[in-house]
């Protein structure tokens, strides 16, 4: 189980934030994140935790290890609005797990 | 460019079943592994299953093994989702998503496809 935090926040676009999700259990470093505008897919952001997926801007980065991980937007622009998911991968039984997400809001 | 492409809208009644297509150009179908994910209004993804197009392989989110199943046709790249005994709790859009052999994100996503349930 992925539990996210917050669950929504508003930010003003230059500012910094982290969002936060933790696993009910050591996933190692298979962590990924992605991000969800309306009516569109989720995108992938970042795999293994830390690395960034191609096109991701570097103002992305993750961090953390274990069960407690965090993603960073050093400053946020105004494309950065949408819902953030974490997800990882259970090696046995095979299954996907999706966090509850963090709403992003732009002022 | 890989690209997924997903067939268009459906709306079923309560207890019929709906296949839902996913055409991959630009990767090889046998060189990814193809998952099912779905998306309630309002909600997180939820994952309902994988295939490996190699073998033709399955596995099912256990919450989901009675209700879906998934193939592939290799010759035509395209992967399938048939959904049975449907109810309005199954009203969700749902995507396909490739995954590279040996990881575990998601890299290329469908554009999903909604199916609502209602009577």
């Known amino acids: 189980v992925l539990t996210q935090s917050p669950a929504t926040l508003s930010l003003s676009p230059g500012e910094r934030v982290t969002l936060s999700c933790r696993a009910s259990q050591n996933v190692g470093g298979h962590l990924a994140w992605y991000q969800q505008k309306p009516d569109q897919p989720p995108r992938l952001l970042i795999y293994?935790?830390?690395k960034r997926a191609s096109g991701t801007p570097a103002r992305f980065s993750g961090s953390g290890s274990g069960t407690d991980f965090t993603l960073t937007i050093s400053s946020l622009e105004p494309e950065d609005f949408g819902v953030y998911y974490c997800q990882q991968r259970n090696d046995w039984p095979p299954r996907i797990t999706f966090g509850p997400g963090t709403k992003l809001d732009l002022k | 460019e890989v690209q997924l492409l997903q067939s268009g809208a459906e709306a079923r009644k309560p207890g019929t079943s709906v296949r839902i297509s996913c055409k991959v150009s630009g990767v090889a179908l046998t060189d990814v592994y193809i998952h099912w994910l779905r998306q309630a209004p309002g909600g997180a993804p939820e994952w309902l299953a994988f295939?490996?197009?190699?073998?033709?392989?399955?596995v099912y989110a256990p919450n989901f093994q009675a209700s879906v199943s998934m193939t592939t046709d290799t010759s035509a790249d395209t992967a399938y989702l048939d959904l049975t005994k449907i109810t309005s709790d199954d009203t969700a859009v749902y995507y396909c998503?490739?995954?590279?052999?040996?990881?575990?994100?998601?890299?290329?996503w469908g554009q999903g496809t909604l199916v609502s349930v209602s009577s």
């Open positions: 295939v490996d197009p190699e073998d033709g392989e399955t």
């Open positions: 293994d935790v830390s």
């Open positions: 998503a490739t995954v590279p052999r040996t990881q575990y994100f998601y890299d290329h």
